[in-house]
């Protein structure tokens, strides 16, 4: 076992990537994951990050990553670090082998098109990330609406060709509102302090439609766990994720 370190990339976040008063911390583990995956040379396999604090836009910050674990399965923590501040921290488990056919045990029979969603736009006064993402909506769940089920599924895409693929997926995991607010009428924050996610098939190509299935499993009077599916056109499963939301006071 040999550790080993790259040397930091120095980032500045656009406040268009902003989700109410951060940016979007989905962006934030993309990068972290793709850090990663450049130090091991190898695909992850799966994430787990805390998002220690909001990371301001327009703010130089640095991504550094440092191999804890060497091999055909690696272990890389990734970490981020602003104003000389941890504001996010990645545990990344690598494997060195080529993807392989994957079986898929229970499986959805429901595989809706592109073209069944209706298109959506969150509203960017308070997500202005949402200017970045193209939103076609399934089901009748939306956000703010007052449903019954905390729940939303959509196809969803990354407009501009500027991230690489495994930031995209960072976003994509955390490209919709939180599940909860299928059950509201008005807006709140609720960050994401925690993300872990496992991939599975190919990381989908820049700019490719993304199924996009999350619903709240579990919350109290603090945290809201949500579960998210990430699929591609042809139905094959691209990422599963959890993350926990913490909710406003009151």
Same mark, same amino acid.
């Given at each position: 076992?040999? @550790?080993?370190?790259? &040397?930091?990339? +120095?980032?500045?976040?656009?406040? %268009?990537? +902003?989700?109410?008063?951060?940016?979007? !911390? $989905?962006?934030?583990? #993309? /990068?972290?994951?793709d850090a990663a995956a450049a130090l091991a040379g190898a695909r992850? +396999? @799966? *994430?787990?990050? /805390?998002?220690? $604090? #909001?990371? @301001?836009?327009g703010v130089e910050a640095e991504v550094t990553a440092a191999a804890d674990r060497t091999g055909r399965t690696g272990s890389v923590r990734s970490e981020l670090r602003?104003? $000389?501040?941890? =504001?996010?921290? &990645?545990?990344?488990?690598?494997?060195?082998?080529?993807?392989?056919?994957?079986?898929?045990? $229970? @499986?959805?029979?429901?595989?809706?098109?592109? %073209?069944? !969603? *209706?298109?959506?736009?969150?509203? =960017?006064?308070?997500?202005? *990330?949402?200017? /970045?993402?193209?939103? +076609?909506?399934?089901? &009748?769940?939306?956000?703010?609406?007052?449903?019954?089920?905390?729940?939303? /599924?959509a196809w969803v895409r990354i407009r501009g060709g500027e991230l690489a693929p495994l930031v995209q997926l960072g976003v994509l995991l955390d490209a919709l509102p939180p599940s909860l607010f299928a059950v509201r009428t008005a807006p709140a924050a609720m960050p994401t302090v925690e993300l872990t996610a496992h991939l599975t098939g190919p990381v989908p190509a820049t700019g490719a439609w993304v199924r996009v299935d999350q619903r709240t499993v579990w919350c109290d009077d603090d945290v809201a766990i949500d579960d998210v599916e990430l699929r591609a056109e042809d139905g094959s499963l691209v990422a599963r994720g959890r993350q926990t939301r913490r909710l406003p006071a009151g």
């Open positions: 076992m040999t @550790a080993t370190t790259t &040397a930091g990339r +120095r980032l500045s976040f656009d406040p %268009t990537w +902003r989700s109410f008063t951060a940016t979007q !911390g $989905g962006l934030v583990v #993309g /990068h972290l994951l992850p +396999r @799966a *994430v787990t990050a /805390h998002l220690l $604090g #909001g990371v @301001a836009a602003q104003g $000389g501040e941890l =504001r996010a921290v &990645a545990q990344v488990l690598t494997l060195a082998r080529p993807a392989s056919a994957g079986i898929e045990h $229970g @499986a959805p029979a429901e595989q809706p098109r592109v %073209t069944d !969603g *209706v298109p959506f736009e969150l509203p =960017r006064e308070y997500v202005p *990330v949402a200017e /970045h993402t193209e939103i +076609r909506a399934l089901g &009748a769940s939306r956000p703010l609406a007052g449903g019954s089920e905390p729940r939303l /599924h």
